[in-house]
């Protein structure tokens, strides 16, 4: 039975490995203390099977088994194209 995989929208900054790409995710919290919007950025390393995305392209991804060492991520499709 599969469980509920999660899934981040986020931006393509390196396509520079074969089969690999490293995404960028930016989310918005909430300071505690001053309570301004903060924006928090993490970058994870998805497989991209057949080297369809390229720099800037938003892409959808979900996590799966590990692939490799950091690669825990692969590319469920994209979302929109770099124009």
């Not at 074969?18 to 505690?32: L, N, P």
Request: aromatic residues 4%; glycine residues 4%; hydrophobic residues 30%.
């Amino acid at each position: 039975m599969k469980k509920n995989r999660k899934k981040f929208e986020g931006i393509v900054i390196s396509d520079k490995m074969d089969k690999s790409i490293t995404v960028e995710i930016e989310r918005k919290t909430k300071d505690k203390l001053t309570g301004k919007i903060l924006r928090r950025h993490k970058k994870y390393m998805a497989h991209d099977e057949e080297n369809k995305c390229e720099i800037g392209d938003t892409v959808l991804i979900e996590e799966t088994s590990p692939i490799s060492k950091r690669k825990k991520w692969r590319v469920a499709k994209i979302v929109e194209k770099h124009k």
